[in-house]
């Protein structure tokens, strides 16, 4: 169960989610003055923050905090009759439901976004683990937490049939938030996701693998929403730790998804995308062991950071394909490589006279 911080000054809004809530398990604290809802979150320290207010900016225009502790969520809660936008904050993750909505929704949206800080915080207590010299190493590494967390998520909220959709949901909104965040123009993720179904057309991959594909690309660096922004944008060489850190958004990404959307097939095209054919890369996979999903991934993914990058040099579409296909065998896997170089050959155009 979670605790939460229920904002709100309107018991009309507030009291029938806090019976939700605390029926079934979930310690709620109620901040009452929108506008000091931060003084309260300091000395009760949730895991996610719900907000039913009828203006977002009462929340919003407190400063939210962040830094390098990854912060709660916040999920506002409207009425119909609200007027409701994307809210969108560097700092924290920003989620909303509209009422009326059922009951297992709200329980599973505070789930889905309390579990996903409980594995980013305890990953970051993995990461530091690792790095501290007086320390053991988690058994396993990230593959074992990632299999303990998920096996964790099984046991859900009681009592009721909670539904997968807005796990799916929270797991879309928190790649897309990553994504927000991230040294590339936006849009990022959809590009890879149309390169990505590119390649797969041009391998003529089967259909029934092509929608975890797709999915994986759509959320490959979810795993990045633990990481500072300022890591995410430096314009300088990272030092070793923040590239250690860098480089741990794959196997974090997987093992958020395998705890929300349950897919090892999504999970595993994410946590191997950065994976060299030549067993130069994160995690020292090579050649037909890396699952292809994770390769066109890898393909797609590096085409367009090339070519979009707002950090480094960016560079022209023909260019950047020239790097991958000079790594082509290497870095690269040969068949996905010339795949998307097809997929992004001019089509000469047909002049039909009549």
């Not at 901040?31 to 000395?43: D, G, I, K, L, Q």
């Not at 020239?322 to 992004?344: F, H, M, N, P, T």
Request: aromatic letters at 4%.
């Amino acid at each position: 169960m979670a605790h939460v911080l229920l904002v709100g000054d309107a018991k009309s809004r507030t009291h029938g989610l806090k019976s939700i809530l605390a029926m079934h398990g979930h310690a709620v604290t109620p901040a009452r003055v929108p506008s000091r809802w931060r003084e309260t979150e300091r000395t009760s320290a949730p895991e996610v923050v719900v907000a039913a207010v009828e203006d977002p900016g009462e929340v919003l225009r407190v400063p939210l905090g962040g830094g390098r502790v990854f912060a709660p969520a916040i999920l506002f809660v409207h009425q119909e009759q609200d007027a409701v936008r994307d809210h969108f904050a560097e700092e924290r993750l920003i989620d909303q439901l509209t009422s009326p909505f059922p009951a297992e929704d709200l329980l599973a949206r505070v789930d889905a976004l309390a579990r996903v800080r409980r594995i980013v915080l305890r990953q970051d207590r993995a990461e530091a683990a690792s790095q501290a010299p007086s320390e053991r190493p988690l058994p396993g590494g990230w593959r074992a937490l990632g299999s303990r967390v998920a096996a964790a998520l099984r046991h859900r909220v009681p009592s009721y049939e909670i539904p997968s959709g807005p796990y799916h949901e929270v797991a879309s909104r928190v790649a897309e938030w990553s994504d927000r965040r991230d040294s590339f123009d936006p849009g990022h993720a959809d590009r890879v996701t149309a390169f990505s179904a590119m390649i797969a057309e041009e391998l003529g991959m089967p259909d029934a693998e092509v929608g975890a594909l797709l999915r994986a690309a759509l959320l490959h660096d979810i795993g990045k929403i633990g990481l500072p922004v300022e890591v995410l944008r430096q314009v300088s060489p990272l030092d070793d730790a923040q590239l250690r850190l860098l480089r741990s958004h794959a196997d974090r990404g997987a093992a958020i998804l395998r705890a929300l959307e349950g897919d090892d097939a999504v999970a595993s095209a994410v946590r191997f995308h950065h994976e060299h054919v030549d067993g130069s890369g994160y995690n020292g996979r090579a050649g037909e062991s890396i699952p292809l999903s994770a390769r066109i991934l890898a393909v797609a993914e590096a085409y367009d950071a090339m070519t979009t990058s707002r950090v480094r040099k960016r560079l022209s579409p023909y260019a950047a394909m020239g790097i991958i296909k000079e790594k082509r065998g290497s870095q690269w896997d040969a068949r996905c490589v010339d795949a998307l170089a097809q997929a992004l050959k001019p089509r000469p155009e047909t002049l039909v006279v009549s």
